[in-house]
């Protein structure tokens, strides 16, 4: 078994660039995480992991085999794990493991589906809470408008707790998306200040998908223009909008209650 003891391992600065770089990760078709919480999700998940990086002060030869039986075994020391880590509490454990598709054709859908759907979400910490949401209302699927950011960046891949890999999820230009919900005669209902209803007079027990944006500029006017409905959160307060995550948490769960949970 291979076993890497210096952080100028050329190896080793090819992780570090997957872990920093966009163009690293989509060059090779892969990305880095750690933990076994999250490696056991994204395998249940359908993830391929290629190799496992275990510190053996932590996680045992024997510990990292269980979580994967293909993937190659790399023995490092605690120098080179404290260089790939972004935590200290990830049971010394980390993986390489390859991408999947993101396109909208991917997507399976039910007969009478719920999506989410988020134009251009920046913040890490909120793709990764959208994505938690959606995990707990198990929806069909979580659809990325315009995205800014490479989905397997690990702050994001962090700040999902493993949701990334338990949920599906495509990526595409609103003009793709809204073509793709109008062709499975999906209607859409977008969260908007603009021209809009409350969102609990409408039924969303028929195939729906719910559509919010940034909480700095909201959703771009294509959406509002072809929604089937714009819809606002009442708000009795000073402010005029919420942190998105939990705007999409309130329709989601309107809906789910609609749905009878």
Not at 17 to 24: D, F, I, P, R
Not at 64 to 79: D, G, M, P, V, Y
Not at 117 to 130: F, M, Q, S
């Amino acid at each position: 078994m291979k076993q890497i003891t210096s952080i100028q391992n050329p190896y080793i600065k090819s992780l570090v660039q997957l872990q920093e770089k966009a163009k690293s990760r989509k060059q090779t078709g892969t990305f880095l995480m750690e933990g076994k919480r999250e490696i056991s999700i994204a395998i249940k998940g359908g993830y391929e992991m290629e190799t496992l990086l275990f510190l053996p002060e932590i996680c045992s030869e024997t510990d990292a085999r269980t979580l994967s039986k293909n993937a190659e075994l790399i023995e490092i020391n605690k120098e080179v794990y404290q260089k790939l880590a972004y935590r200290d509490t990830t049971e010394g454990i980390l993986a390489v493991a390859k991408t999947k598709s993101m396109q909208l054709a991917d997507l399976k859908l039910s007969e009478n589906p719920l999506i989410l759907v988020a134009e251009a979400p920046e913040k890490p910490g909120n793709i990764g809470a959208l994505l938690r949401t959606a995990d707990a209302a198990n929806l069909d699927a979580v659809i990325i408008a315009n995205p800014k950011s490479d989905l397997y960046n690990p702050n994001i891949v962090r700040s999902s707790v493993g949701c990334l890999f338990t949920n599906q999820i495509a990526t595409g230009t609103t003009s793709e998306i809204i073509a793709f919900l109008k062709a499975r005669n999906i209607n859409f209902y977008c969260a908007t200040l603009q021209n809009s209803t409350s969102y609990h007079t409408q039924d969303y027990t028929t195939p729906t998908a719910l559509v919010v944006g940034t909480e700095a500029t909201g959703l771009t006017e294509e959406w509002r223009r072809e929604a089937t409905q714009n819809i606002i959160i009442p708000m009795q307060g000073e402010i005029d909008s919420m942190n998105v995550s939990v705007a999409a948490a309130i329709l989601i769960f309107e809906a789910k209650r609609q749905r009878g949970f």
